[in-house]
């Protein structure tokens, strides 16, 4: 989204009292982004990378390998900071237990409007059984120590979709994660995003879980791998909910309470599955007579 990369830049550049050295990684675009990169030639804090389309983790590894900084931080093109995202998170950095610091986020739509993000978890310390659950994360708030990367490893880049999760993962081994209870970064909500496809997501979630599982047996209780299973099918199950699949939906249901009898979220689906299909086929019924 070359139209927002000067704003996503000029963000990191109005940092209240901070003045960070600025990554750019143009992956091989085609929109014009690199024309307007010109505008930062003669930034000395600005360096811009200019690359063959390689794919969004070699991006973004080109970016932490070409940076200096003790702590880095990411920023999408279309999105951008708020001016005190750094003063709020750097702080807490002190604390040299501490890998990630993450926030909640604001969104912006297309007319204009802006509102809180989805409500995250805000788990923090030693948050690997709560994250293999639910990745609550927003990527893009995230402040990294590099130490985390020098010693867990950088974006896996065999994979297109959910790397920073499967990174997440990794590093809270190892590392206490924590949080700031006000919103760092705005999210650009546009038709088309790639979170937007959710089938794909779906089957990329279980990958990387049953990855995690095979590479660190005995790491997580049985009761936290069943809880995982059981709130990704219900996630999963309300997508083809709301696209009418119900037979699918009622299927990814039945494995979640296969998981977690008594997983109550599933249960509370299941019904509201039923009744709107029960609906929908006296809708359909009346229609045809």
């Known amino acids: 989204m070359g139209q927002f990369i000067e704003q996503a830049i000029d963000s990191v550049l109005a940092q209240i009292d901070f003045e960070p050295e600025i990554i750019v990684v143009d992956d091989g675009s085609t929109d014009g982004t690199a024309d307007l990169l010109r505008r930062y030639d003669h930034n000395e804090r600005v360096k811009i990378i200019l690359q063959e389309n390689l794919g969004q983790p070699k991006a973004k590894n080109s970016g932490i390998l070409a940076a200096r900084g003790k702590f880095i931080a990411f920023c999408d093109a279309d999105d951008y900071w708020q ?65 985390c990367f020098e010693t867990c490893g950088i974006f896996d880049e065999s994979r297109q979709m959910g790397i920073d999760w499967e990174l997440w993962l990794r590093i809270a081994q190892t590392w206490a994660f924590e949080y700031v209870d006000e919103p760092t970064y705005v999210y650009r909500i546009w038709p088309g995003q790639m979170s937007n496809n959710w ?91």
């Open 83 to 147: 001016p005190n995202k750094l003063a709020l998170q750097l702080p807490i950095m002190t604390d040299e237990s501490v890998g990630v610091v993450y926030s909640s986020t604001l969104q912006l739509f297309p007319d204009g409007t802006m509102r809180t993000g989805p409500t995250v978890n805000m788990s923090r310390g030693r948050v690997l059984n709560e994250l293999f659950q639910s990745n609550f994360i927003p990527f893009g708030t995230a402040v990294v120590r590099r130490e």
């Open 199 to 289: 089938r794909e997501r779906y089957t990329s979630t279980l990958e990387t879980m049953q990855r995690f599982l095979q590479d660190n047996p005995g790491l997580l209780s049985e009761n936290v791998v069943a809880a995982a299973y059981a709130d990704t099918h219900v996630n999963h199950a309300r997508q083809h909910l709301e696209h009418t699949e119900y037979l699918a939906a009622i299927q990814l249901i039945a494995e979640a309470i296969k998981r977690k009898p008594f997983f109550v979220p599933a249960w509370k689906l299941l019904l509201k599955t039923a009744i709107r299909a029960s609906r929908n086929r006296r809708r359909n019924g009346t229609n045809s007579s």
